[in-house]
């Protein structure tokens, strides 16, 4: 039987990562089979997103869900807008306030806490309190790609701005083992599969092919078609630099991956977890949310590689 010390309690960190994040599912799945269950769960982005799921019993629906999604599916919950960001992710949102019900975080099976970021101060925020869905829109909300949003008199955006893996948070939530999944150690590292099993595909096959055209006659936009990637045995392969002008999409994705990776190495420095959980994800972009697949195989196989510094360090027998 496993026995963990009984002054433990551990605290579940999910990082920022965009479609990344799908990793998350794994990793809980594999910390739940090695009989480890967190106490308190924090995220920041799409880590709060996973986590406000988890905390509300909903692991399992959320897997199902994002197992569906194909490339077709994602375009259309983003729905395109002029001001305040690219995208106004009240579709996306929507499918997840049907999800919660109007739940708010007291009402959580577990105690949780999202990461947002004062859009004119740059201060982070945790949000404790009040409506599931307003704080995890808060959290997701990436300049310029969604829309800000209003609380409680200010301006929030993605707490991935502020704090990418919340260590903090989980540590003033009382956890005295904190447990923490960064999901970019090894985005800016090429752009190459690193740990993902190939055998998922990498390219939704329903996904049309540059230059194609649309059901109405109309192309593609340019900065929503899939990238002039090299598909090869279903794994996509970054094509040979150029000198050619990156995409908006691209070249925002590419910048929101910089910041992500000096931001969360400079706080991890600072405040380190106990354990880190590193997903290799390099291979994945940020709108890649029709991948869930490899993203949750790679989650799941990135906590079983540390089981045994985890069992260490709660003094599981």
Known sequence: MLRRRPHSRIGLVLGGGAARGWAHIGAIRALHDAGIKPDVVCGTSIGALVAAVYANGDLDWLEEWVSRLTWQTVVRLLDLRISGGLLGGRKVIQVFANQFNGREISELQMP???VATELD???????????????????????????????????????GLSNPVPVSVARGMRADCVIAVDLNNDILNGRDFGGITAAAPALDPDAPPPGTLRKNGKPWPRWLAPADDVVSNDVRVAPEPSARVPSMLSSVAQSIDIMQVRITRSRLAGEPADILIQPRL????????????????????????MLPAIRARLGIE
């Open 112 to 114: 949780f806490a999202a």
């Open 121 to 159: 101060s740059g201060r982070e925020t945790w949000l404790q309190d009040g409506s599931v869905v307003d704080a995890v829109r808060a959290s997701i909300a990436i300049p310029g790609i969604f829309t800000p949003v209003w609380h409680n008199g200010v301006w929030l955006v993605d707490g």
């Open 282 to 305: 390099g291979g994945m972009g940020i709108f890649d949310f029709h991948r869930a697949a490899p993203a949750i195989a790679e989650g799941r196989a990135a906590v079983e590689h």
